[in-house]
Structures are given as C-alpha cells and as structure tokens.
C-alpha cells in the first residue's frame, strides 16, 4: 500500500476515534452499543452518517450499508474517507435522506437503522413522525439504535454556559428550556432537542415500539481530563476503565448523566 493512503486511512481513524480522550471514550461507548445489535450480512441503514466515523465501524461488524445523511457534502465527505479501505466493499449506495421523509424506502427493507450523531435531535415536533417511518422500514424484529443530546447530562456538564446564558435570557425562558429540552427558546448557534430518557421512551412507545436498552455518554469521563489521559497512556489501565465505563452508562441511575442517550428499539410485536 502506497504511504500517501496509509497516512489518509491513519488520518481518518484518528477522526473517527475523536480528537480528544472524551471523544474516544464516546466512540468506544457508541461502538460496543451497535456491536450489540450489528449481525454480519445485516443490511443496515445509516442515517446522518457524516463522513463515516460509524460507516466503518458498521463495515466492521460485517453489515452491508446504505450511507445517507441529510447533506451532499457530508456524503461526499464520507466517499472521501472510506476511498480506499476495505470498508468501502461494505457500502451499498450513498444517497441523500431527511430522517422525517423515509416514504421512498419501502416496508421491512432493513434489519437495522442507525442514526448515530443525534438526528432525531433535529426533527422536533416531527420526531413522532420520523420514528413511526423507521420503524415502518425494519424488518420484523429489526432495530433502531440511535443517538440524542441528554438533557440532564448537558445541564451538569455545561452549567458554566448555562450559567451565562441566565444573564442574556429571563429566568422563565431558562426554566422552559429545561423544562422542554427546547433550544429554540433562547435562539442559540446550535438549535436541538435535548431528551431525558424518559422521554425517549414515550416518543418510542407511542410510535408503536419498544425500548430495549439505554446507554449514557458519557459517564465518569466527563470528568478530569488530565485523569483520562494518564489512564489511556497506561493499556492495561485503560481497558479496565472502558469496561467500566461501558457498564456504568448503562445503569439505569446514570443513563441521563451524559451528554448524549444512546437507545435500541423495535417495533413491538402484535400478539397472533
């Protein structure tokens, strides 16, 4: 292999893998969730895929995948990224896709979703919409794995900014943004819906589903990262931590703590 791809393939892993220690340890809470629901041969749709962070990992598990994303350029970033692994074999198409208009997709076409990166945090009062159409394209037992912004775990984790914000905007408008998960309210850059689990879990039962696992991230790595980084540089160390990690986003008293809720749902089966 010529070096000029080899460092372009370095280069895209270290992206992928993000370019900070939370980063990484958000990858590797988000690549052990989708390695729990990924069969190889599953074909998989990939909503917001971006320029392919989770494409690969996909390619990994063995899922054949159709690449969409709300952007052209973000699909082209995503060509881009892949050109010349062997994950690239896994790709089945790349087209554009708006998470809320999944009508050109046909019934159980899938044996998986993914909208990782948060998309649904996008579809505000459309998101009942956009869930009830995923879940109209999976196979029978098929299933959503997804990603939103956490509200709580946001609140903790960006009480600083939060703090600031009180000084542009009324009390009550700050109450209402945490009270909806409503950015819109305060007008800021990154307009989103942040979600508190259980409201996850309404949006998804009244689309007819079902949740059957929940996942923070992150957790205890939220926390000193100069302590995450002496970590990481010892492997032994490191490991032990990520299993840690993994287990503790899980439990049920931290899976509002971090920044983003990780959730896998189905479509619940009508009794015969």
């Given at each position: 292999m010529c070096r000029g791809r080899s460092v372009r393939r370095?280069?895209?892993?270290r992206r992928r893998r993000g370019r900070d220690v939370r980063g990484r340890v958000a990858f590797e809470v988000h690549r052990r969730f989708l390695a729990c629901y990924i069969r190889p041969g599953h074909r998989v749709l990939e909503i917001g895929a971006g320029p392919g962070r989770f494409t690969f990992v996909l390619a990994e598990l063995g899922a054949i995948v159709d690449v969409t994303d709300f952007s052209p350029v973000q699909l082209d970033l995503n060509r881009v990224h892949l050109e010349g692994s062997e994950a690239e074999q896994n790709v089945a198409s790349r087209a554009t896709l708006d998470i809320c208009d999944t009508s050109r997709i046909d019934d159980a076409s899938f044996d998986a979703v993914v909208a990782y990166g948060g998309p649904l945090?996008?579809?505000?009062?459309?998101?009942?919409?956009?869930v009830a159409?995923?879940?109209?394209?999976?196979?029978?037992?098929g299933v959503l794995v997804a990603s939103v912004m956490g509200l709580l775990g946001s609140w903790r984790y960006f009480l600083g900014g939060v703090v600031e914000e009180t000084k542009l905007y009324s009390d009550d408008v700050n109450d209402l943004v945490f009270d909806t998960g409503d950015i819109r309210h305060v007008g800021a850059g990154h307009i989103c819906q942040m979600f508190r689990s259980t409201e996850i879990v309404d949006l998804v039962e009244s689309c007819g589903g079902e949740v059957l696992a929940m996942s923070a991230s992150n957790w205890a790595s939220l926390g000193d990262p100069e302590l995450l980084a002496e970590l990481e540089a010892d492997p032994h160390q490191w490991s032990r931590f990520l299993d840690k990690e993994v287990r503790s986003c899980a439990?049920?008293?931290?899976?509002?703590?971090?920044?983003h809720i990780l959730f896998a749902a189905r479509r619940r089966t009508l009794p015969s």
């Amino acid at each position: 292999m010529c070096r000029g791809r080899s460092v372009r393939r370095a280069e895209c892993d270290r992206r992928r893998r993000g370019r900070d220690v939370r980063g990484r340890v958000a990858f590797e809470v988000h690549r052990r969730f989708l390695a729990c629901y990924i069969r190889p041969g599953h074909r998989v749709l990939e909503i917001g895929a971006g320029p392919g962070r989770f494409t690969f990992v996909l390619a990994e598990l063995g899922a054949i995948v159709d690449v969409t994303d709300f952007s052209p350029v973000q699909l082209d970033l995503n060509r881009v990224h892949l050109e010349g692994s062997e994950a690239e074999q896994n790709v089945a198409s790349r087209a554009t896709l708006d998470i809320c208009d999944t009508s050109r997709i046909d019934d159980a076409s899938f044996d998986a979703v993914v909208a990782y990166g948060g998309p649904l945090s996008y579809t505000f009062e459309d998101a009942p919409d956009a869930v009830a159409g995923l879940f109209r394209i999976l196979k029978p037992g098929g299933v959503l794995v997804a990603s939103v912004m956490g509200l709580l775990g946001s609140w903790r984790y960006f009480l600083g900014g939060v703090v600031e914000e009180t000084k542009l905007y009324s009390d009550d408008v700050n109450d209402l943004v945490f009270d909806t998960g409503d950015i819109r309210h305060v007008g800021a850059g990154h307009i989103c819906q942040m979600f508190r689990s259980t409201e996850i879990v309404d949006l998804v039962e009244s689309c007819g589903g079902e949740v059957l696992a929940m996942s923070a991230s992150n957790w205890a790595s939220l926390g000193d990262p100069e302590l995450l980084a002496e970590l990481e540089a010892d492997p032994h160390q490191w490991s032990r931590f990520l299993d840690k990690e993994v287990r503790s986003c899980a439990e049920p008293g931290a899976v509002d703590g971090g920044t983003h809720i990780l959730f896998a749902a189905r479509r619940r089966t009508l009794p015969s």
